[in-house]
């Protein structure tokens, strides 16, 4: 396959504009060759079977790193040129909260930090390679997880950069530039001050750097399709023309843009070896991609003479003991299906579980994510209390209010009720609500009239039992109330003859048991999955849920350029134009729905070569589309704000905030983002 040189990109964006860049970047998503670490098919063959760390194995049991108490703020600091160490750490004490401090050392010289530094919590020092500049050195520290629990990061490095000297669309030299990053991102306490306040009080500002260095696309230079290249991993289409990033790799971020980069699973065969050019190389395409993905994620750019305000206190919530409470209450949809029941041995074999579909599928399309696995919580089985305290844990650290069940009950029977049964007994304190899903269990997994395993039989048993057999969950104190109203919601309305009464026996029947009044809402479905055509109250519900990709027009993704297996026949969807679409609606959203967003759909898992899929799905898409849902609700009161997010671990379906092996946990980072903004 014809190689395309980093060179011969360059001559071809000098000599053609907008269009040629397009077309090229088109040609390379269709399969051809990028003759540079970052090709996708090279990275591909990499990251298949067991993949690499892309951190240092020793890390792992690096006492540094074994931090117990972090602060929320984090400093790293690349280090090549030791003797500019003292001048940084002088400034590092304009800081006026507690922070953690992270040296990559690729100087080959012995480090030290002194102790009584002001504010410096905690100190690791960590020997790197010289590769990658300080790109690699920050990728690693990501990649590791060290950055985990932090909300904004400084990012600092050693500079020099004496080919500015000789540069002629440059001004200053190196030692001139380095001061002016220093003394505008360090230079007092009260810029300082002034930065961490507007971080506070702007949830979209995502990075503050020196002047003059907000950069946009007239500063490509050999980067254009090593970037294109470099996001495909992310299933990012890249415009060249909007190009903005921070030149020089120093700012104030807000965490969530370096935490996402975990989901790039860049290693060290993805960086240039050392001495490397001053253009054109990983380090280069990952310093504009950082740009490019803070803004994809609905955050801005900003240096610090365009932040349009002043010190006005808001820096104190970034001091370790400042209280975070998330503004928004997000719910995800949670499967019980992860554990064997006798009517799955029965229809699928023995020992079925949810498991079963998601480690038998196989990709459909050059670089697809097939099939899906945990990290963190393994291939649980939700027979053990253990699994629900882990993701209680995870969930509760990442801002997620609480889970709602998936519940299943045909005719008085209930089924995959184990979970929520011992939930319900246990002691864990995690919030839980419930959605009866009450639509068919079919062959094809779609909820159809056809090829029935078992079936709604109202007749049989009325609808109005239902309630019967869960107030023991909603009469416990853990059971999620909206506003003081128990939530409860349901999946097929439609189904029901005169719903209307159908809820109204629901309400008194809570009323009698001392519940008060509940919060009846139906998902936002279509009229040919049973929802409700109009509006919900005529109904006799309270509201509606979103539940995408229900509801949402379905806009096709580029098929024709993702090489798709011959066997394919299914549907290639766009999620960005769905991201696009389902934000424009939440102008106009009713004061009596709730928002829901979705991580991806994609049930390969389920049908392999009739799948429907969402192509475009990443961290950072994700990230705007759920900060826009949140914006949405905040002018409701506190207690009724509330997003819905498909969904915890839909692992079959691709809907998956869990710790991935692809992801990381950047998705569940997103949602901390948003709630702690």
Known sequence: MKKITVPAVKRRLARYGQQARGQLIERLEGGARLGAPLDFQAWLKRTAGRKAAGFPDAWRVDAQLQITSPARVAVVLHVYFPELVPEILARLGNIPVAYDLFVTNASGEHLRIPSGLRNLRNVAILEVVNRGRDIYPLVQVVNSGALDPYELVLKVH??????????????????????????????????????????????????????????????????????????????????????????????????????????????????????AAIDGTTAHAVERS??????????????????????????????????????????????????????????????????????????????????????????YDLRLDEVRDAQAALARNHGIAGFMYYYYWFSGERLLERPIEMLRSSDLDFPYCIMWANENWTRRWDGRSSDILIGQDYDKVPAEAFIDDILEFLSDPRYVRVGGRPLLAVYRPGQMEDFPSVVAHWRQRARDRGLGELLVLSVDVAEEFDGLGGGARAHGL??????????????????????????????????????????????????????????????????????????????????????????????????????????????AEGAVLEPNDRHGRTFLQAVRSVAHS
């Open 290 to 379: 950082i740009g490019i993905l803070a803004t994809e994620a609905g955050m801005r750019l900003e240096s610090t003479d365009t932040l349009d305000r002043a010190d006005d206190g808001g820096w104190v919530r970034f001091e370790p003991d400042a209280p975070r409470k998330p503004a928004v209450s997000f719910v995800p949809f949670y499967l019980p299906q992860f554990h064997p029941v006798p009517q799955n041995d029965r229809w699928w074999g023995k020992g079925f579980t949810e498991w079963t579909n998601v480690t038998a599928a196989h990709p459909v399309y050059l670089g697809h994510y097939q099939p899906r696995l945990p990290t963190d919580l393994g291939f």
């Open 542 to 651: 309270d509201g509606r849920l979103g539940f995408p990709p229900h509801n949402l027009p379905w806009k096709p993704g580029p098929s024709h350029r993702i090489n798709l297996h011959p066997e394919f026949r299914g549907n290639v969807m766009s999620y960005r134009e769905l991201v696009s679409d389902a934000m424009a609606r939440l102008n106009t959203l009713d004061e009596h729905d709730h928002p829901g967003v979705m991580v991806t759909f994609d049930n390969t898992a389920r049908r392999q070569w009739k799948p429907d899929l969402w192509y475009g799905s990443n961290p950072y898409t994700f990230h705007r589309w759920l900060a826009a849902a949140a914006s949405a609700v905040m002018d409701r009161p506190p207690g009724e704000r509330v997003v819905f997010i498909n969904a915890w671990n839909e692992w």
């Open 158 to 275: 050693t500079k020099k950069s004496a080919w500015r000297e000789g540069h002629a669309d440059l001004a200053g030299d190196g030692s001139q530039w380095k001061d002016s990053f220093l003394d505008a991102l360090l230079g007092s306490e009260e810029g300082v001050k002034t930065i961490l306040s507007a971080f506070a009080a702007e949830p979209d500002l995502g990075q503050v750097t020196a002047p003059g260095n907000v950069l946009g696309p007239e500063f490509w230079g050999a980067d254009t399709l090593i970037t294109a290249e470099l996001l495909r991993r992310l299933e990012l289409e890249l415009d060249p023309g909007s190009l903005q990033f921070c030149a020089g790799s120093m700012y104030w971020t807000r965490a969530f843009v370096l935490q996402g980069l975990r989901a790039l699973n860049l290693t060290r065969k993805d960086f240039d070896k050392e001495p």
